[in-house]
T-cell receptor, first 115, second 111 residues
Framework: NAGVTQTPKFRVLKTGQSMTLLCAQD?????MYWYRQDPGMGLRLIHY???????AKGEVPDGYNVSRLKKQNFLLGLESAAPSQTSVYFC??????????????FGPGTRLTVL | GENVEQHPSTLSVQEGDSAVIKCTYS??????FPWYKQELGKGPQLIID?????GEKKDQRIAVTLNKTAKHFSLHITETQPEDSAVYFC??????????FGTGTRLQVTL
């Protein structure tokens, strides 16, 4: 199993450009997440999904959109990139357990720079 | 919402010594407390977790303790080795879908 993979690994954008980050998992997990990691701020949840066709806002959703058309994929979109969105983005997935939380498995990250 | 504070932000120990990282949380309903290790250029990886119905959990050189009354939990690494050098994150959650992370501790194990 490849686990959680992210595409691309690096990207440089100009202010106002758009892009989509792709996350794929082959563990048949129901839950998927997008986080951003900034120096001194840990990981902050952007959006998450509890199943195919569903999405929900996390702690810092503004400026991002997401889609979960297939169970194994979770896309993060930036419609009009801003320098404040320069960050490392991590995708994660976990199993569905109705009575308890479960381990989140993280991808290797995408380093995005917005000029 | 939940707020997790983590200390120290950096920690340097000599090989063979112990390292302790502490976290406090604000939401008394939180019931799941994982610890993640992040090596340079990689995503975080779970190393140990504890649920609110236990006070301590051990896995070889790693242990986590939880004090629900005081709302704090700690990571203990004994007999540290150079490969333990990494950034460590604590987190807290009361649902299956939302982890709130601390700001991280950079651990450096020196020879």
């Amino acid at each position: 199993n490849a686990g959680v993979t992210q595409t691309p690994k690096f990207r440089v954008l100009k202010t106002g450009q758009s892009m989509t980050l792709l996350c794929a998992q082959d563990m048949n997990h129901e839950y998927m997440y997008w986080y951003r990691q900034d120096p001194g701020m840990g990981l902050r949840l952007i959006h998450y999904s509890v199943g195919e066709g569903t999405t929900a806002k996390g702690e810092v959703p503004d400026g991002y959109n997401v889609s979960r058309l297939k169970k194994q994929n979770f896309l993060l979109g930036l419609e009009s990139a801003a320098p404040s969105q320069t960050s490392v983005y991590f995708c994660a997935s976990s199993e569905l357990r109705r009575t308890s939380t479960d381990t989140q498995y993280f991808g290797p990250g995408t380093r995005l720079t917005v000029l | 919402g939940e707020n997790v504070e983590q200390h120290p932000s950096t920690l340097s120990v000599q090989e063979g010594d112990s390292a302790v990282i502490k976290c406090t949380y604000s939401d008394s309903a939180s019931n799941y407390f994982p610890w993640y290790k992040q090596e340079l250029g990689k995503g975080p990886q779970l190393i140990i977790d504890i649920r609110s119905n236990v006070g301590e959990k051990k896995d070889q050189r790693i242990a986590v303790t939880l004090n629900k009354t005081a709302k704090h939990f700690s990571l203990h690494i004994t007999e540290t080795q150079p490969e333990d050098s990494a950034v460590y994150f604590c987190a807290a959650s009361r649902t299956a879908s939302k982890l709130t992370f601390g700001t991280g501790t950079r651990l450096q194990v020196t020879l």
